[in-house]
């Protein structure tokens, strides 16, 4: 047999002993052995301390992002091979479409998210800028830069792929390299997809590491700097988020661990309604997909108790339709559990959980297609039901093909039983009462990290409950880990450091890379406009004006616009309103005006305006007011595959007086010209 191999330090290392073997979980065939002998732990994180971390930080924000989808699309190509080996982890091909395409669509999603919403830039500015002082000469700015350590991230054996993935993604993207180390029983699949990831040859040197086996001494190792994403059993999180180097580095520990998740029905999702059917389907679903091995499946399913009987009739009816064995015939629904091992942990967790459950299907025999019971690791779907007062379906989780019907009788006890299982990854509420609906969400929304509502409105364009999208948290409190992983922004915020930096303007704007109110302005002899993307600096400014407002301007603009608004229009009713005192001129006058005053209207390197942000009315501007503006680039993001960039610009619009009576942001696309990449 093969001996997998780990990629540690820059090179492919083959281990010095036998190592344990791994077997097929269709068939029960040895196909390979695993063993991280000889390998050093601590070189491994230094190497990516030392190569990977630096050749990240190199990069901005959008370099890396570019770099994230053309892996994805190059592992796209890929995908035959790795849909091949997922069959041996008992998976289906629908089961192995949530790992393998599942994992390409993070490294997709992050890549997007973070050209849309990070800057083409290596600093994260978090939040507004913060007055410290009276003049205007110092203050405060949150900023987010990455960690200098390693995240190491180990995964759980059902999502061979889209675990990795999922962890990889947001560090890629904030500039810290990682380190996986993939569970043994389907660690086969993790080596395949990191043999593919290296081939690619687009990622930076020592980026991405490959531990196979056992952890050994890793977590020795860890520095302040580094950090550790956990997926597994709550026990194993607990047992490494003490670990000492952990505790004494304060480690940053992120675990996502099992949980007992539920789903409930709704009162009025009674049998012959498109809610009733839906929760059906759903939980036959989250049963039988992997198997039932998936963090978010349904384990609990929480039933108004006149519908129990309905319930368990209608589940059990949808659950002898599904064929069972293997997933090479294409007839075939649920595959192998991921080995015998896991197989009997399931029967031993399925034991105590009938200690105060009943079956209600399941334990009839088992029929299989082209595979045979004793050699592959499958078993039958079960459906347990127990009583209000069971105590086993919120503390015991059989991480199988395994769900328990619970009847509740009002919305209280609802919250309360979903409450009962400590915390948990997801929750869904299949109703379409959006009273109910309300009322349960907001209940338990403190012990759920994701909750999906599902309905006949949204049905057709659900993911499911089972299914964790990368701009979306997936984590949860309690026993589910307390963490997060993925969350969008969140996701890669969370190996940086935030830290704030106090200075003046001046400091603030070269630290971050953004112009900030009272920093330099540069106002030279050629508008702004009129210079491409290369020759633009942050302070460059134009003033234009001043323009009278006159009352037929204001007139004018109510008839063109048809804003008629009293406020605008009738001295009287004006001079009674609060805030005014008078008639006044339109908010998006003053908006017009400006740009009519700060334009260059030939054709030149600004191609488009296309927004306003933050657009707030200050002071109002009255028939006889003259207004000023300044217009200042703000910030230049060029677009890494594209020949033109972003520019903002901090818009300042004051009247004779000097208030100022509107602030916003101009957004426009610039050509970028010679010398700007």
């Known amino acids: 047999m093969s001996l997998l191999r780990s990629y540690v330090s820059g090179r492919w290392h083959t281990p010095d002993a036998e190592g344990a073997p791994l ?114 000469t110092f203050a405060g700015q949150h900023i987010c830069t990455p960690l200098r350590g390693v995240a190491v991230q180990i995964n759980a054996f059902n999502f061979p792929m889209w675990g990795p993935l999922e962890k990889f993604a947001p560090a890629f993207i904030a500039g810290v390299p990682s380190l996986v180390k993939p569970a043994s029983q389907t660690a086969y699949v993790t080596e395949k997809l990191v043999e593919l990831m290296l081939a690619s040859g687009l990622l930076p040197e020592g980026s991405l590491q490959l531990v196979c086996g056992s952890a050994g001494d890793l977590l020795d190792h860890l520095t302040p700097q580094d950090l550790v994403g956990f997926t597994g059993s709550a026990s194993t999180a607990q047992h490494l988020r003490t670990h000492q180097a952990v505790i004494r580095s304060s480690v940053r520990f992120n675990a996502e661990a099992d949980s007992l998740n539920c789903s409930i029905l709704g009162p009025d999702a009674r049998p012959g309604t498109p809610e009733f059917d839906l929760f059906v389907g759903q939980l036959v679903t989250e049963m039988t997909t992997k198997a039932g091995q998936k963090c978010t499946a349904i384990r609990r399913a929480l039933v108004p108790a006149e519908l129990m009987d309905a319930v368990a009739e209608a589940t059990s009816a949808r659950l002898a339709e599904v064929v069972i064995g293997n997933p090479a015939d294409k007839s075939v629904k649920m595959g192998a559990l991921a080995g015998l091992e896991q197989r009997e942990e399931v029967r031993r967790s399925l034991k105590a959980l009938q200690e105060n459950a009943s079956v209600v299907y399941g334990d009839g025999p088992l029929s299989l297609v082209d595979a045979d019971a004793e050699r592959g690791a499958f078993m039958s779907p079960m459906l347990l039901r127990a009583p209000a007062d069971a105590v086993q379906p919120h503390e015991v989780e059989a991480f199988g093909p395994v769900s328990t019907l619970l009847p509740y009788s009002s919305v209280d006890d609802a919250v309360t039983l979903a409450a009962r299982g400590s915390g948990s990854l997801v929750g869904s509420i299949v109703s379409a009462d959006t009273d109910f609906v309300r009322d ?64 003046s303007p001046r400091t603030l704007a070269a630290v971050t890379n953004r112009w900030v109110a009272g920093a330099p302005r540069r106002d030279d002899s050629v508008h702004p406009f009129r210079k491409t993307l290369a020759e633009l600096r942050l302070g460059d400014t134009v003033v234009a004006g001043p323009r009278e407002v006159t009352l037929e301007d204001i007139e004018h603009f109510a008839e063109f616009t048809g804003d008629t608004f009293y406020a605008h229009m009738d001295e009287e009713a004006a001079a009674a309103n609060p805030f005014f005192g008078g008639r006044v001129a339109h908010g998006y006058l003053v908006v017009s005006f400006a740009a009519g005053l700060f334009v260059s209207p030939e054709p030149g390197p600004v191609l488009a305006n296309y927004g306003l942000e933050n657009l707030r009315f200050l002071t109002p501007t009255f028939p006889g007011d003259t207004l000023t503006v300044t217009l200042t680039v703000k910030q230049i993001t060029p677009r890494e595959d594209q020949d033109y960039g972003e520019v903002r610009w901090d818009a300042d619009v004051v009247n004779q007086k000097g208030e100022s009576v509107a602030r916003y942001d101009v957004l426009t696309l610039v050509a970028k010209g010679q010398g700007t990449s």
């Open 440 to 503: 349960v969400v907001i209940g338990v929304a403190p012990w759920h990290g994701r909750l999906l509502v599902l309905d006949r409105e949204d049905a057709g364009e659900s993911t499911g409950h089972g299914s964790p999208l990368p701009m979306l948290v997936h984590g949860g409190p309690g026993r589910a880990g307390g963490g997060e992983e993925m969350g969008g922004m969140r996701g890669v915020l969370h190996h940086m450091q935030r830290t704030a930096v106090q200075g």
């Open 23 to 136: 077997h097929d979980a269709v068939t029960g065939e040895e196909i390979a052995r695993i063993s991280s002998a000889g390998i050093d732990m601590g070189a491994a994180l230094r190497y990516g301390r030392e190569v990977g971390g630096p050749a990240l930080r190199e990069l901005t924000f959008h370099q890396r992002a570019q770099l994230l989808k053309a892996l994805g699309l190059y592992l796209k190509e890929h995908k035959a091979e790795l849909y091949a080996l997922s069959a041996r982890t008992g998976a289906t091909k629908s089961d192995s479409w949530i790992d393998v395409d599942g994992g390409f669509g993070v490294l997709l999603g992050y890549a997007s998210k973070a050209k849309r919403e990070l800057p083409n830039d290596r600093v994260f500015v978090d939040g507004a800028v913060e007055p410290l002082g009276r003049g205007g």
